[in-house]
T-cell receptor
Framework: EPEVTQTPSHQVTQMGQEVILRCVPI?????FYWYRQILGQKVEFLVS????????KSEIFDDQFSVERPDGSNFTLKIRSTKLEDSAMYFC??????????FGQGTRLTVV | AQSVTQLGSHVSVSEGALVLLRCNYS??????LFWYVQYPNQGLQLLLK??????LVKGINGFEAEFKKSETSFHLTKPSAHMSDAAEYFC???????????FGKGTRLHILP
């Protein structure tokens, strides 16, 4: 069964460093999303991406964040200068038109 | 704006007992509603979805949910809890099938032996 794949499963980085979280969406999906879940809190929407551009972003998704679909298969989330409060589980999701979203297993980002 | 409210951050039920997890939604348009489950150290898995067809929706693992417009509710139930049901459950809403999903705060379900 096709699935959304995220790498790495766990990333530890120093405050101020750049991190790139990687996702391989399901191959025939057209809509892509990033969500985050701070420990013990709810899952929050970050950004949606369609047709090679951002279609919507939340207040959380500030200038420190960017997304890219560099090669037609990967979908990446970059955090330019990580802060302690960026520590969270980051989920990638993808969907086709008129279907539900499928989520990856998540990347746990720890900023120290 | 759309939102969902899940009543009870923690719910404990005995094995074999009825599971009832509550969710109320707020939406300016007919909503699409979802329940997702997150097992420990795993991702989000879709349990079931409501997309304006039947109001009683059956999902995986014996779970079902009923859409009640008059009560703006979409409670999740399972007749008989199993130890393997212990997980975090998230109610979620979307304006349409192509829109972002807004999650509730989640309810952690504990199963007592």
């Amino acid at each position: 069964e096709p699935e959304v794949t995220q790498t790495p499963s766990h990333q530890v980085t120093q405050m101020g460093q750049e991190v790139i979280l990687r996702c391989v969406p399901i191959s025939n999906h057209l809509y892509f999303y990033w969500y985050r879940q701070i420990l013990g809190q709810k899952v929050e929407f970050l950004v949606s991406f369609y047709n090679n551009e951002i279609s919507e972003k939340s207040e959380i998704f500030d200038d420190q964040f960017s997304v890219e679909r560099p090669d037609g298969s990967n979908f990446t989330l970059k955090i330019r200068s990580t802060k302690l409060e960026d520590s969270a589980m980051y989920f990638c999701a993808s969907r086709r038109v008129n279907t539900e979203a499928f989520f990856g297993q998540g990347t746990r980002l720890t900023v120290v | 704006a759309q939102s969902v409210t899940q009543l009870g951050s923690h719910v404990s039920v005995s094995e074999g007992a009825l599971v009832l997890l509550r969710c109320n939604y707020s939406s300016s348009v007919p909503p699409y509603l979802f329940w997702y489950v997150q097992y420990p150290n795993q991702g989000l898995q879709l349990l079931l979805k409501y997309t304006s067809a039947a109001t009683l929706v059956k999902g995986i693992n014996g779970f079902e949910a009923e859409f009640k417009k008059s009560e703006t509710s979409f409670h999740l139930t399972k007749p008989s809890a199993h130890m393997s049901d212990a997980a975090e459950y998230f109610c979620a809403v979307s304006m349409n099938r192509d829109d972002k999903i807004i999650f509730g705060k989640g309810t952690r379900l504990h199963i007592l032996p």
